[in-house]
T-cell receptor, first 112, second 116 residues
Framework: AQSVSQHNHHVILSEAASLELGCNYS??????LFWYVQYPGQHLQLLLK??????LVKGIKGFEAEFIKSKFSFNLRKPSVQWSDTAEYFC??????????FGSGTRLQVQP | DTEVTQTPKHLVMGMTNKKSLKCEQH?????MYWYKQKAKKPPELMFV???????INESVPSRFSPECPNSSLLNLHLHALQPEDSALYLC???????????????FGEGSRLTVL
């Protein structure tokens, strides 16, 4: 079965600090990986995705993520966060065998 | 703005009421989904329709009844709900269930349901 773990449940950063959110998945085969963001009161939006190819993927708003197959990880990074990045971030995985499975989410709070 | 439209945005219902949530997309997607999201929790899959046929039912109680009248529409019929069913119900669509780009879901803004 596919599953996703996000170990950082709540992260508080000051503006301009660097961000890294952890995501690990459990599945031995081919996976499609995603990061979604949910701003307060808004719908889920796709930040970035990985299907194949270059393991370093760039998304919207300056976010990037690196797929490390040997570590079953897909960590999200941003060099310098802004107050507007305050949101809930969900890592998600799909193996093609069932629908998208989400991690438990990380609440990011950026202080001005 | 999202290209998946859900109505109503808010719904309050009693435990004996019958109501429906509606979802519409015009992106030509052939897979549509219902997720349930409780506060501060991740979305949990309820149902998946692929080519208008129910392909996944995550052991959802029968008081939730999905319907996919055509490739653009998805309904969720609600009857005899419990207060613990109060949540944000999210509709999503994707290009091809089980295909190589599986998982690139487009979400609606959700219908916030309160059961009294």
């Amino acid at each position: 079965a596919q599953s996703v773990s996000q170990h950082n449940h709540h992260v508080i950063l000051s503006e301009a600090a660097s961000l890294e959110l952890g995501c690990n998945y459990s599945y031995g085969g081919t996976v499609n990986l995603f990061w979604y963001v949910q701003y307060p009161g808004q719908h889920l939006q796709l930040l970035l995705k990985y299907f194949s190819g270059d393991p370093l993927v760039k998304g919207i708003k300056g976010f990037e993520a690196e797929f490390i197959k040997s570590k079953f990880s897909f960590n999200l990074r941003k060099p310098s966060v802004q107050w507007s990045d305050t949101a809930e971030y969900f890592c998600a995985v799909n193996t093609g065998r069932r629908a998208l499975t989400f991690g438990s989410g990380t609440r990011l709070q950026v202080q001005p | 703005d999202t290209e998946v439209t859900q109505t109503p945005k808010h719904l309050v219902m009693g435990m004996t009421n019958k109501k429906s949530l509606k979802c519409e997309q015009h992106m030509g997607h052939r897979a549509m989904y219902w997720y349930k999201q409780k506060a501060k929790k991740p979305p949990e899959l309820m149902f998946v329709y692929s080519y208008e046929k129910l392909s996944i039912n995550e052991s959802v109680p029968s008081r939730f009844s999905p319907e996919c009248p055509n490739s653009s529409l998805l309904n969720l019929h609600l009857h005899a709900l419990q207060p613990e069913d109060s949540a944000l119900y999210l509709c999503a669509s994707s290009g091809l269930a089980g295909g190589p780009r599986t998982g690139e879901l487009f979400f609606g803004e959700g219908s916030r349901l309160t059961v009294l």
